[in-house]
């Protein structure tokens, strides 16, 4: 609340405007229009091989997009020097590869901490409740090739989470899961938004998880319709 007893004005986290990418002459999608504001969890679902996740690494810069822009937190994201643009991914955004991208020499632990490592703001309590909020007590001193997929898929969830991002991008977070350990990492997720005021954009193909969501999307290759 402001002093005056109003809301202070909040600017969205992302702005999506006119967005296209392209592969040679054919179009993966374009005119996507989509704004998030403060604390907004949105789900996207849409047919395999629609763009789902080509349109999460648009959003976040790690794609350049052949039309449009994205805009977050007030930067226009293509317009900074590519060293830049990775500063401001890794103060900013937290990313759920489908892939994990998890480092294979470094234990479990040091692979969540990173984020907070490569901020100059280490913290082992935060590295530790982060591994309980997705259900890994006890395992932060493995390597990454002592565990299953799943739990692949948590440490790379808890490495997305722990430095508190404004923007969450989430594709597929839940799918090598079981339905309880998937419904875990879902309120995870949607703690980080309700408790620190994060937007989320989640990719998936459960029904399931799309119900956690404020807002569902369908994306198709001329727009994200409401579900």
Not at 51 to 64: F, V
Not at 125 to 148: D, I, K, W
């Amino acid at each position: 609340m402001s002093r005056g007893g109003a809301e202070a004005p909040t600017q969205p986290v992302l702005r999506v405007s006119g967005l296209g990418k392209r592969y040679g002459d054919a179009w993966v999608f374009r005119g996507i229009e989509l704004q998030v504001e403060p604390g907004e969890f949105v789900a996207i679902v849409g047919e395999s091989g629609v763009g789902k996740s080509t349109l999460l690494n648009c959003i976040a810069g790690l794609d350049r997009a052949d039309a449009g822009e994205v805009t977050l937190l007030g930067q226009s994201i293509a317009q900074l020097p590519e060293t830049a643009q990775a500063h401001f991914r890794r103060r900013h955004l937290g990313f759920v590869f489908q892939a994990f991208h998890v480092l294979p020499h470094l234990s479990v632990a040091q692979n969540v901490g990173l984020p907070l490592l490569l901020l100059g703001t280490p913290d082992d309590a935060r590295v530790t409740q982060a591994l309980a909020a997705v259900g890994l007590e006890g395992l932060g001193e493995r390597l990454p090739q002592q565990l299953s997929g799943g739990q692949l898929q948590r440490v790379a969830i808890a490495r997305a989470l722990i430095h508190r991002p404004q923007l969450i991008l989430a594709d597929e977070p839940s799918g090598n899961l079981d339905p309880g350990t998937a419904a875990r990492v879902m309120e995870a997720l949607a703690l980080q938004v309700e408790q620190q005021g994060a937007a989320c954009i989640l990719v998936t193909h459960s029904h399931t998880a799309a119900q956690r969501a404020h807002r569902v999307l369908r994306l198709t290759a001329d727009a994200l319709l409401g579900e």
